[in-house]
Every structure is written in C-alpha cells, then in structure tokens.
C-alpha cells in the first residue's frame, strides 16, 4: 500500500483510509470475496487507531464495498455490489454513471434568509442568511430537472457564479474549494405535479408528473451543510435502489 494517511490534512483519517481501501478494491487489487488486512494490520500500516480503522471500514460496508462475516472478518463484496445506490453523489456524478452528459443553466446565485423549515433543517439560528442556488439541470443538453440549493457556509466561505459554471459540480467545489467533504446525506422521495412555470422551464406539459427530491447534506463533521430540493421530469428520470437481505 504506498499511499499513507497525512496527519496534517483537514480530511478526517477515517476518510482517507476508506479513500485508500475504496481504491484498492475498485484497482482490482483486492479479488472479490478475499479477506482485507485486519484491524491490527491497518493499524500498524497506517499508524491510526482501531475506532478510525472501523470508522472507515463501516463507511465501505454501508456503500455496498465490503461486507462482514461474523468471527471470519471483512471481505471484498463481489462487483455488482460495489455500486450500490447507497453512495452518495452529486447530480452530475448521477448523470455521468448513467452515460449522460451532466448540464445546468444557473437562474440565481444569491445570499438570503430562507424559510424557517430549511433553517431548522440546517440547525441554522432564525435570520441567518445561507446562499441559494436555483439551477436547470440538463442530460444531454436536455432539462431533467429543476435544483435548489440553500448552503450553510461559515463566515468566509463563498462560491461563485463562475466558479459555478467552470466546474459544473457544487459537490466538487464544496470538496476542492472549501474543504467540506458530503459525508452523508437524508433524503425523501414524493411525486408531484408541475406547475405552468416548472413547466414551461422543463419543457414538458403543465400537470405532468414530477419526482420530488428533497435532501440534506452533511458534511465530515456531521454538521448539515446543505438541504437541496430537486425536481426531476417523471419521463426522463428514473430513481433506482438495490435491495439487500
């Protein structure tokens, strides 16, 4: 294993680690159903405590990674579970798995207060302002949908328009840019209707169907850093979830 956790990086190391087995695992250094080192060896190796080792082992198992088996120890799941729909990924890392060119045309970046719901689901003081974005997502130059974003930044932080619009991917720029790294993530599904306006901007007919998506984001720290709502067109998106006994 010739990367090493770096102490003095702001990632968590449990991050990092789970960063190295992930890449071990999809290199095909590691076969399917073979044993991963034990916790005593990663702990030597890597110079890290056992509550980080499991930190970053029990992040792999929940995104479909490796799997336990009881007094045996944790093993490489086999391919098809690798990409289970439990990872968490950002519309554009969606649409590229997909095979679909990601897209957005930017309506509004600004800083507002929002309405009390999103500041409680933020864990946001009442007045505090957090910046929306409001976009038009696209799939091969087409709108699949309508994403906005209301982001709990702390003082200093800013993302741009341009910014924006270079990297195409919020989720990038909250990594890259202000060291946030989306960790997990609730979400909630419904279907709804479009309105005229949600409509006419996803060019489809007034009153057809809608899957709503409505989700906050949390960040290392597990302190929510985004509640995003996302209006997907029913006739262009589909929604899929792998189911494990």
């Not at 289970?84 to 554009?92: E, K, Y």
């Not at 976009?135 to 309508?146: E, N």
Request: net charge neutral; hydrophobic share 40%; proline share 6%.
């Amino acid at each position: 294993m010739s990367r090493m956790i770096d102490p003095y990086d702001a990632i968590p190391k449990y991050y990092q680690l789970a960063a190295i087995l992930r890449e071990k695992i999809e290199n095909g250094d590691w076969e399917p159903r073979s044993a991963i080192p034990s916790e005593r060896q990663l702990e030597v190796l890597y110079d890290i405590s056992r509550t980080t080792i499991r930190e970053a082992i029990d992040q792999l198992v929940r995104q479909g990674y490796l799997y336990r088996e009881h007094g045996r120890g944790t093993f490489v799941s086999p391919q098809k579970l690798q990409k289970a729909m439990l990872d968490l990924t950002s519309f554009s890392e969606d649409l590229l798995r997909r095979g679909i060119q990601p897209g957005q045309i930017i309506r509004s970046l600004e800083w507002i207060v929002p309405i009390p719901k999103i500041l409680q689901r933020l864990e946001l003081a009442p007045a505090t302002k957090v910046l929306r974005i409001e976009r038009i997502r696209l799939g091969d130059g087409v709108p699949i949908g309508l994403q906005t974003s209301f982001l709990a930044l702390k003082e200093g932080q800013e993302i741009t328009r341009e910014e924006l619009e270079e990297r195409g991917s919020l989720y990038t720029i909250l990594q890259e840019k202000l060291r946030i790294i989306p960790s997990e993530a609730d979400e909630t599904l419904e279907v709804t209707l479009a309105t005229p306006e949600e409509a006419a901007l996803l060019q489809i007919p007034a009153g057809a169907p809608l899957l709503l998506s409505e989700r906050v984001l949390f960040a290392q720290d597990r302190r929510p850093v985004e509640y995003v709502k996302i209006l997907y067109r029913g006739d262009r998106y589909r929604y899929t979830v792998r189911l494990r006994r």
